[in-house]
């Protein structure tokens, strides 16, 4: 916190942030005083912080040789570049780090998608044991399939975020990975009237307990909960996490053939390569590209 304090004060003392600190009208002193913090807030927290921790660097590096922080000038700046020039750039030194990352390199193993199957053996389990933590791993579960959600998403949805209309319910997103404006995602799911209809199945736990409890459940509470799940229904507890709800929804939309502007937008992803990441091809579908080549 002290170094982004500092980081701010830096910037501050200098051109239209040093004309701001002059003011003398209070009511403009203080919306000046809150403009620091809402300029940060343009970028991802994430952002901000690689930013303030490469200034910091800097900062740290020119105050040790007596040099102005801010405004740097330039051959300041470029005598700074100079010195972070590392012999690891060399040739010799990449190829070698590529060859001990290639020898050391275990292959990527995403989890599976869950299957509509795998989601009717959940329910089927809890209508024989209807406990509360049973039927809100149903609920979350069937509602990140039907949504394409996050997990961090669809546990942090309240009663407030849930409007039930006719053949459907709407689920306002508060807080999304991909909505850095906070402008909220609304996500539509269809009541299907079957056993697996997660409209049906939210109503219920809804009439149970509401759905304001669910935000007090962190992500590793809810993960404990979904891979003993798994395990009790007697799939392999490594091949599956959270995001194989969300894996298995796209999968399974891709595979009806559901038109890819509708696919994205339901998932909110930005961008085909982000999409086709979650995405599953059954053996069919695959064996219709050499099917199609015409030998």
């Not at 991909?178 to 539509?188: A, F, I, K, N, P």
Request: hydrophobic share 40%; charged share 25%; net charge positive.
């Amino acid at each position: 916190m002290n170094d982004k304090c500092n980081g701010i004060q830096d910037v501050q003392t200098t051109g239209t942030w040093l004309m701001l600190k002059d003011l003398e009208d209070p009511e403009l002193a203080r919306l000046a005083s809150q403009l620091p913090s809402t300029v940060l807030k343009s970028r991802a927290n994430s952002s901000t912080k690689k930013y303030l921790e490469a200034f910091q660097r800097w900062r740290y590096w020119a105050s040790t040789h007596n040099l102005p922080v801010f405004p740097a000038k330039e051959q300041h700046i470029a005598l700074y570049l100079q010195r972070l020039e590392s012999p690891a750039n060399a040739t010799f030194v990449q190829a070698t780090l590529q060859g001990i990352r290639r020898s050391c390199c275990k292959p990527v193993r995403k989890k599976k998608p869950v299957t509509v199957d795998m989601l009717a053996d959940m329910v089927e389990n809890m209508n024989s044991h209807p406990t509360l933590a049973n039927m809100r791993i149903t609920t979350l579960s069937l509602l990140a399939f039907a949504g394409f959600l996050r997990f961090d998403e669809v546990i942090h949805i309240r009663a407030s975020d849930v409007t039930i209309a006719e053949g459907m319910a709407k689920l306002q997103i508060p807080r999304s990975k991909t909505d850095q404006l906070r402008q909220g995602s609304e996500v539509l799911i269809a009541r299907t009237g079957m056993p697996t209809c997660p409209v049906g199945m939210l109503e219920r736990y809804m009439a149970k307990v509401g759905l304001d409890t669910t935000s007090l459940l962190s992500y590793t509470t809810v993960r404990e909960q979904f891979r003993g799940k798994m395990l009790e229904l007697g799939y392999p507890v490594s091949g599956y996490g959270l995001h194989s709800l969300r894996a298995g929804g796209a999968s399974a939309a891709a595979q009806a053939g559901v038109p890819d502007r509708l696919f994205r937008q339901h998932g909110r992803w930005r961008s085909e390569t982000a999409k086709d990441g979650y995405i599953e091809d059954s053996v069919e579908n695959r064996l219709t590209v050499s099917k199609s080549i015409g030998i």
